[in-house]
């Protein structure tokens, strides 16, 4: 074999990594602390916010209302409690009058008014011992914030004969970004030991254990940076964070899995440190490479969204994909470098192994992972995948069908908005939210509002109202009230502020003839543009997903079948969760034993979210499985035996990264908010799914029916593919034994009756050697 192809080479990227490894880690110290520094602070500059599609006609609406007509956008209410007397009692109206003119005079506060003054029956509760001051806080959502932390403590609590509570919109979203925050630090408390003590299962050695979580630390610090930064350009959603922390984690290991895992066989079949990071980084790394670029397309996908709450996912998820990778591919090779063989240091199983180790037989035999295990590594996963392939159309068959199933309930998913039911039931502003949606007549700012704008006369305003009234599903109309070139009409919708009704009643009313401009505003004015904007833009997002993943995975394998295979089987991973989410949060189920409170409806945003992630993770095994066994089939050009291979060296480290990941994303779904649990607790359902249902079911069977043909590509995509592709490791031209051409056909290899026998002969003591071991024998080396 000739030098350059020889598998002991030390490549560029090899000696870039490795030729000073101690600087490397310094330089990554350095650069994490300025990390630390240059993120403090990152939580208290986002938004919680972001739902709204900032291009859409209600988002103009409400920009001209808030400039127009402040006091017609309230976003702070002071609900007053009069307790037994009535509201209308003379101490209580001049208790509430003071309270009215210290909010008024406070500094970025405008549109103060309150049921006292105008005695109007929207701001009165029907049984008359409460009442609302309504005003609107000035500034986008970081100011508002600033502004509410100072007024607040002013107002509430006890006030002479009175009872104040703050609520409004922006008291829910400044006390949901509190809780996230503080939810967020539980998770990472929670996640962080449970990690380890799993990464130590895994591995045995502590040390093994530790670089995984220190691979993940580097990239949540450094994407807390990246978050900050953007701060300074554009809005961040602060549900942002959760991503961060939970693919930070989940992703850094599960890409150090691969490559310690790699690494370590290199180190059992004899290669020295420097050379097994090089043979590493050739195969285990290359699969990291591909699976973050993946991973980074599927979250990029939500950039073509409007709505800043999808984009700041994006954001978080291509940062901490592109770091865990950078750090996985640089800082990790080079600390393997340096601890070499003590990579393997304090087993801290040892004790357990002396209590119950029996005396080694012929059959035992030192895993490729540097634990042992009984007769040859991954045994099991050996097994089941021959099981699965011997009733390869049975499990085919019934996983399929299991998956479409729990899918659907999905089918009846309602999409709504989120509101102050996302929060605890003893969070002071729902409380608040609460008393006025239960108490109060039209529950105020839940309507619609309709702008005109353009000169027109007394008679002309009439008629429209007029119009209005008689529209299908219209409770009260209220105005107009006229500023100028603009004038504005309150319409109270019947039943539910954001239901079916009342987006129809904003179709309606956008649709109504007028001699000026017409638009329309208000909750339910939001979810229609939002469910709009997302339709626009959904196949798009999906598009870009496929076509990046086909040709991604296309490069990898040089295949055509097996790119598709890739992107249906991960779709239908994902079903368990979308039937899940909807069976749980719309509908209601386990909402006690899981402390939320079920809205009847889905926010319109979370499903594409959590497609993009889960879609995006599913890849992450696929590519992990598919690279392992297109390795294999390389070098011996057996597709059973490759598929046996695949899962036997990978089914155990795909399921422990699973798991490990569920964890985090488990500690995540422990949040107090919904859509947070929602999300924590979905993504974690479909991972468990990919690595335990697909990965080890459903594509041992679906390679197994489509046989040899999975690799079929036609001949100008082979040229190609033989031109630009990548594949793990460089034994592609590498015979399984000794004299034996690369271009023998599948299964005809001289001295092997059967692909079985030569399987066993390729397994040795029941240890695979890798692909760049026998490249060393077959070249006399």
Not at 282 to 307: D, E, I, K, N
Not at 528 to 548: H, Y
Not at 622 to 637: A, H
Not at 679 to 701: K, Q, W, Y
């Amino acid at each position: 074999m000739s030098e350059v192809n020889s598998p002991t080479r030390v490549g560029g990227w090899t000696r870039f990594v490795t030729a000073r490894p101690r600087f490397a880690l310094l330089a990554a110290l350095v650069i994490s602390a300025l990390a630390v520094f240059a993120g403090s602070g990152v939580a208290e500059r986002m938004g919680s916010g972001g739902w709204e599609a900032p291009d859409a006609e209600s988002a103009y609406t409400k920009e001209v209302l808030e400039r127009e007509f402040p006091a017609s956008q309230p976003n702070l209410l002071l609900l007053i409690d009069s307790g037994d007397a009535s509201v209308d009692d003379p101490v209580v109206a001049r208790e509430a009058a003071r309270l009215t003119e210290r909010l008024a005079g406070e500094e970025g506060i405008t549109g103060v008014g309150s049921y006292w003054q105008a005695r109007t029956p929207s701001l009165r509760s029907e049984d008359g011992h409460e009442a609302i001051i309504a005003a609107r806080i000035e500034g986008d959502e970081t100011a508002a914030g600033r502004i509410l932390d100072r007024v607040a403590p002013a107002f509430q609590g006890e006030s002479g004969p009175v009872e104040v509570s703050v609520g409004g919109p922006v008291a829910v979203r400044h006390e949901m970004q509190t809780i996230i925050e503080e939810d967020l630090l539980r998770a990472e408390l929670i996640a962080l030991p449970v990690t380890l003590v799993l990464l130590v299962m895994v591995f045995g050695s502590a040390i093994a254990a530790l670089l995984p979580l220190g691979v993940g630390i580097v990239a949540i610090l450094g994407t807390n940076a990246v978050l900050r930064g953007l701060t300074e350009f554009t809005d961040v959603s602060v549900f942002a964070q959760n991503l961060t922390t939970a693919l930070g984690l989940g992703l850094a290991i599960d890409y150090a899995l691969f490559i310690v895992r790699r690494f370590r066989e290199e180190l059992a079949s004899g290669s020295d440190p420097r050379t097994a990071v090089g043979a590493t980084l050739r195969t285990a790394g290359r699969t990291v490479l591909f699976s973050a670029l993946t991973v980074a397309v599927s979250l990029a996908a939500m950039l073509v969204f409007p709505q800043y709450f999808l984009r700041s996912f994006a954001y978080a998820g291509i940062a901490v994909v592109l770091l865990a990778a950078a750090a996985a591919l640089i800082l990790l090779p080079a600390a393997l470098m340096l601890l070499g063989p003590r990579v393997n240091s304090l087993d801290l199983r040892k004790v357990l192994r002396r209590r119950t180790r029996k005396p080694r037989t012929a059959g035992e035999a030192r895993g490729a992972d540097g634990v042992e295990h009984p007769d040859g590594a991954g045994k099991g996963w050996g097994r089941l995948a021959a099981l699965v392939m011997r009733r390869a159309p049975l499990f085919a068959g019934a996983t399929t069908a299991g998956l479409v199933l729990l899918g659907l309930p999905f089918l009846g998913v309602q999409f709504g908005t989120a509101d102050d039911r996302q929060l605890p039931a003893t969070a002071e502003s729902r409380v608040v939210q609460e008393h006025i949606r239960e108490g109060f007549p039209g529950s105020p700012g839940g309507g619609l509002e309709l702008l005109a704008t353009g000169k027109a006369t007394t008679a002309q305003y009439a008629a429209l109202r007029g119009d209005i009234a008689g529209l299908p599903g219209v409770l009260r109309v209220d105005g107009p009230i006229v500023s100028g070139s603009y004038a504005y009409f309150s319409v109270l919708p019947e039943g539910e502020m954001v239901g079916e009704e009342a987006q129809q009643l904003v179709e309606d009313l956008r649709a109504v003839p007028a001699p000026f401009d017409t638009s329309v505003s208000g909750a339910a004015a939001v979810l229609v543009d939002s469910k709009a904007a997302i339709a626009d833009r959904l196949p798009w997002a999906v598009g870009i997903i496929v076509v990046v993943t086909l040709l991604l995975v296309f490069l990898l394998t040089g295949s055509v079948l097996i790119p598709l295979q890739a992107v249906v089987l991960n779709a239908l991973s994902l079903t368990a969760m979308f039937g899940a989410v909807v069976w749980v949060f719309q509908d209601g189920h386990l909402s006690g034993l899981l402390s939320f409170t079920s809205t009847g409806d889905i926010e319109t945003t979370l499903p594409v979210l959590m497609f993009c992630v889960a879609f995006g993770l599913s890849m992450d095994y696929g590519v992990f499985l598919i690279s392992r066994i297109k390795e294999e089939y390389d070098r011996s050009g057996d597709h059973e035996h490759s598929v046996t291979f695949g899962l036997r060296h990978t089914g155990g480290l795909i399921t422990a990264a699973a798991v490990i990941l569920a964890v985090v994303m488990v500690a995540i779904g422990t949040s107090r908010v919904t859509n947070t649990k929602m999300l924590g607790l979905g993504i974690a359902l479909a991972v468990l799914m990919d690595a335990m249902v697909v990965r080890s079911l459903l594509v041992p069977s679906v390679m197994k029916l489509m046989g040899r043909a999975s690799w079929w590509a036609p001949a100008p995509l082979r040229a190609f593919h033989q031109r630009f592709g990548l594949s793990e490791g460089d034994s592609a031209s590498a015979p399984l034994r000794p004299g034996v051409p690369s271009d023998v056909p599948s299964g005809a290899l001289s001295g092997a009756s059967s692909p079985s026998e030569a399987s066993r002969e390729a397994e040795g003591s029941g240890v695979f050697e890798s692909g760049e071991k026998r490249d060393k024998i077959g070249s006399g080396a």
